[in-house]
């Protein structure tokens, strides 16, 4: 079977779990990734044996006294690839994208980009189908992601006619030392809708959304508080098995005893790499039926959301696999996702 | 080859890792944990096979109807060890004491307890001959244990006469959801010395030692500022060279870039399950040495440092093993801990 040539520009929280999710894949080879600083993320590449691109030939000194080692530059790593993933910080991969063009390869971005840096959004639940051979595809953000997780699958059994969304979102990685807030609530913005409304519409554009976020000062995960009105009257069960269907969603039972961002990351360093949580994680006890009006909350794991999505993405830009329920299955297989993966 | 029967009571931080770090032992059987609620935690284990028991038979319904199969009572676990590892929150465990003596079972206990609560305080690197074959012994705390790796290590090769440090701890464990502070400096306590000094004395009886502490809102590792008079004159080689010839000391290079916690638990989360960082982490550019005076900072990862010194602790009083290289060596490859093991 023939294998997608993958490179990944950009190794930071993103472009990392990226990197070994495309390493885990059968029909995909990661050729390397870009790095534009040896720091510890570029040393820990290097002895994990990932190739190691840098933009400029002059920088390849800095990275080798630091021990690593240098396969070649940017454009290298753009002519060998099929596919390269975008994963440098928010705004910047569209300065590359001339760049990406000019070297013929197909472009998956993430969403700290405008949605005009690519031909389609994409979340593999809602329109794996319109990514299919596109030049370039957009991954939405990790807030988007959550949403559109929970809206789709629940659109497809019961139907949804609007959406109502307060976002809690963490203010920075866990990794990150300079960014805020450290002690105050962040209004994001003092109008609404936030982007989230916006960002969801770029997919689904006729969504009836709106959507409100703050900032608060933790590391551990997004939450939100969703309240969708379903097309007809449903029951909880209704909406369980909704979601219980569905692949990348866990509904957390209220006996784990878990209420908390810390204790959800708690749990899950005990079962995975990183304490990653791929899957959107909704609150059993927190969801509410009411004729046709669903509230629930749910958890969205910043850092690895996207990550089973790139991998779709990815897939669907080849044009290798058009089948979205293949895609999915098959990413969630290799990187263990979904309720029965789930740690607790 | 004679096998250590290993009982664990409290499954939080420190007890879930002891017991991982049990079950890698090829001299040890881990017989089962005690737990007092059906949470996640207990989930989990029962999920990974462990022997579950419970204080009371009558807890044992509540931990079946969330799926967690009982084993017995915690009478039951300490009929059937040899040795446990008490690990409940600090001070619970004296009130244990007189059961597990009246079951005849050898105790390690936590440094949150008082150092009465056993004969012999205990630390790897300093005095593992003192606690080969007694009844009970306390690994000392996370910070002191961080202190007497430095201070012992420094003292084998160059001689320690005194020891000034500066603590700042971190305020609450990452699973924590409860505690405080979220922003404030706490003077811990508004006096000198805080409690390390006289917890490092509990096993260096004439060091001259003064500390003084300070908590903050965070939950990754501690750090410390560690002045040292040597017995002589000294170079930073001399230093550098008796850092890296003890075990469970890394030297951390400053071309990783690394300098918070952030960063240092980040690399980790690549690496190592759960983050966990039992090494004590000496910053390397921050080693300052002028004439016999060495100053330093170093980070103690709360939640693991003292794990290996618990697996110590349990050979040490089974009488089993006289020899702490041996056992410290054992310990660190099975745990997989030192330089040769380190991440970056």
Known sequence: MARILVGIVGYGTIGRRVAEAVMAQDDMDLVGVAKTRPDYAAIQASRAGLGIYVPKPELAEAFES??????????????????VVDATPAGVGSSYKSLYTRHGVKQVYQGGEKPDVAQVSFSSLCNY???????????????TTGLLRLICSLDKSLGVRSVRAFIVRRAADPGE???????????????????HAHDVKTILKDLDIETAAVIVPTTLMHVHHVRVRLSKRASKRDVLDALSESP???????????????????????????????????????????GDEVSLFQA?????????????????????????????????????????????
Do not use: M, W
């Not at 630091?66 to 596919?83: A, C, F, I, R, Y």
């Not at 189908?129 to 807030?143: L, M, P, T, Y």
């Not at 006996?255 to 909704?282: H, M, N, Y």
């Open 177 to 195: 030392y300079k960014k805020g807030p450290i002690n105050s609530i962040v209004l994001d913005p003092p109008k609404t809708p936030s982007h």
């Open 129 to 143: 189908e319109e990514a299919i051979g596109k030049n370039s595809v957009r991954v939405v953000s990790c807030n």
């Open 248 to 290: 990348r969603i866990v509904v957390l039972p209220g006996r784990t005893g878990i209420k908390s961002t810390a204790q959800l990351v708690e749990a899950a360093r005990f079962a995975r790499p990183r304490a990653d949580i791929p899957e959107l994680v909704v609150f059993e006890d927190s969801i509410s039926v009411s």
């Open 66 to 83: 630091s021990g690593v080692k240098v396969k070649g530059t940017v454009e290298d790593l753009l002519s060998t690839v099929q596919v």
């Open 300 to 344: 969205v794991h910043q850092e690895s959301i996207v990550v089973p999505e790139n991998i779709d993405a990815i897939r669907a830009v080849s044009g290798l696999e058009k089948d979205p329920v293949r895609s999915i299955s098959k990413t969630d297989e290799t990187l263990r996702i979904g309720r029965k993966y789930f740690f607790v």
